[in-house]
T-cell receptor
Framework: ELKVEQNPLFLSMQEGKNYTIYCNYS?????LYWYRQDPGKSLESLFV?????AVKQEGRLMASLDTKARLSTLHITAAVHDLSATYFC??????????FGQGTELSVKP | DSGVTQTPKHLITATGQRVTLRCSPR?????VYWYQQSLDQGLQFLIH???????AKGNILERFSAQQFPDLHSELNLSSLELGDSALYFC?????????????FGEGSRLTVL
């Protein structure tokens, strides 16, 4: 059974600092997604990573995928308050189901 | 706006009751997924329909059922409601069959069971 684990689960950052969120998954998959969720809101798709070594960047966020290590990272550069949200990674299992990690609650403080 | 529409946005009901949540996928999307989000369980996959047929089941209780209609909208029926069913229920849609492509989520239906 596919398990997806994120760490840290809670992250309090200062504005301007850099940090990385990690997403590990337990079985082979070649497709990984990152989503953002604001409190009480829907999930917004951030990145779709489809192959080993894939790297995508959007603004202050950069995501990468290492399928051999079963690891994806979401790197935050020079954090700003607007990035405060919960970030989820999700992986497709053999049966085609999208399985989510627990989420990382990010709080960026001035 | 993802293009996925869910109604109602909020619903308050009592234990033992039955409710129906409705989802209209993005135009052109044939796949509909239902997820339950709660504080203790996180985001749990419930069920997936493709073009009217059930494709995969997740941790969906027997008290819950779903269907996808010929016009591709979907309904999630929750019956004999318990306090623990209080959660945010999301519908998502995508184009691809089988191997899941990018999912687009609706705003969710917040269910409160008193």
């Amino acid at each position: 059974e596919l398990k997806v684990e994120q760490n840290p689960l809670f992250l309090s950052m200062q504005e301007g600092k850099n940090y990385t969120i990690y997403c590990n998954y337990s079985t082979t998959s070649d497709r990984l997604y990152w989503y953002r969720q604001d409190p009480g809101k829907s999930l917004e798709s951030l990145f779709v990573l489809l192959s080993n070594g894939a790297v995508k960047q959007e603004g202050r966020l950069m995501a990468s995928l290492d399928t051999k290590a079963r690891l994806s990272t979401l790197h935050i550069t020079a954090a700003v308050h607007d990035l405060s949200a919960t970030y989820f990674c999700a992986v497709v299992n053999q049966g085609g189901k999208l399985i989510f990690g627990q989420g990382t609650e990010l709080s960026v403080k001035p | 706006d993802s293009g996925v529409t869910q109604t109602p946005k909020h619903l308050i009901t009592a234990t033992g009751q039955r409710v129906t949540l409705r989802c209209s996928p993005r135009s052109g999307d044939l796949s509909v997924y239902w997820y339950q989000q709660s504080l203790d369980q996180g985001l749990q996959f419930l069920i997936h329909y493709y073009n009217g047929e059930e494709r995969a089941k997740g941790n969906i209780l027997e008290r819950f059922s779903a269907q996808q209609f010929p016009d591709l909208h979907s309904e999630l029926n929750l019956s004999s409601l318990e306090l623990g069913d209080s959660a945010l229920y999301f519908c998502a849609s995508s184009v691809e069959q089988g191997r899941t492509g990018e999912l687009f989520f609706g705003e969710g239906s917040r269910l409160t069971v008193l």
